[in-house]
């Protein structure tokens, strides 16, 4: 995987073996010719972010959640997988989340795999982001766009995938109506009857009671005033 443009040349590669001859075992090496390779430049036409040469490049994603009818606050899981053919894994540009007012994401690091075949080497990486959601109605995450460079064809290109959206259902209603309506309820009903008559309170002032000698004093004047 050259890193810069020019001329590159790979130096001989060279192989020792015992071989069986007529005259018994000897040792032979082997050593193949320098290669010289022309690397041309990233075309001035390429508008990517990130440099990815490959002759193709395959964007999956799937969403899946932990019960049938998902609710605001639950957690689904967004899974995210991209191959490039001829590419390593770390070449594949790494992907921006941002939450909105309807979700919030919370990605994990990527997995990085390489499968090596008679074709070359394909480079894979797998994302999972956890995915809760904060409004009820349909859950639409954002479509996934990789662009590359198509090596075979020797043109911009670009792998998309879209993810199906998810109804999300409202929180369990949580209304104090039945607990307002039995203190009004409550509020309405008549005291109970009381076990014992209860005497009203007078707020006027006693009379004050006269003393022993105030009403023989009274009595005396009394008498005098009939002779």
Do not use: C
Not at 146 to 159: C, G, L, M, P, V
Request: charged share 20%; no cysteine; net charge neutral.
């Amino acid at each position: 995987f050259p890193q810069r443009s020019g001329l590159l040349t790979i130096p001989p590669q060279s192989i020792q073996a015992m071989i069986n001859t007529s005259t018994g075992r000897r040792m032979i090496k082997v050593q193949s010719e320098p290669l010289n390779l022309q690397v041309t430049p990233i075309p001035a036409s390429y508008t990517g972010e990130a440099w990815l040469p490959s002759s193709k490049v395959t964007v999956s994603t799937s969403l899946d959640k932990e019960n049938d009818a998902p609710r605001v606050g639950d957690t689904l899981i967004w899974t995210i997988n991209i191959n490039a053919e001829g590419a390593l894994p770390e070449q594949i540009p790494t992907l921006d989340f941002n939450s909105t007012r309807n979700y919030k994401l919370y990605p994990q690091s990527p997995k990085f795999d390489n499968q090596k075949t008679a074709n070359g080497v394909t480079g894979s990486q797998s994302i999972t982001v956890e995915v809760v959601p904060t409004e009820e109605g349909t859950l639409t995450l954002p479509d996934i766009n990789i662009t590359y460079w198509d090596t075979e064809k020797r043109a911009i290109s670009t792998a998309s995938a879209s993810t199906k959206g998810i109804q999300i259902a409202p929180l369990p209603s949580t209304s104090s109506k039945p607990n307002d309506a039995a203190q009004k309820q409550t509020a309405t009903e008549p005291l109970p009857a009381q076990t014992r008559s209860v005497a009203p309170i007078s707020l006027a002032k006693k009379a004050v009671e006269r003393t022993a000698p105030e009403e023989q004093t009274a009595l005396e004047g009394q008498s005098t005033q009939q002779n």
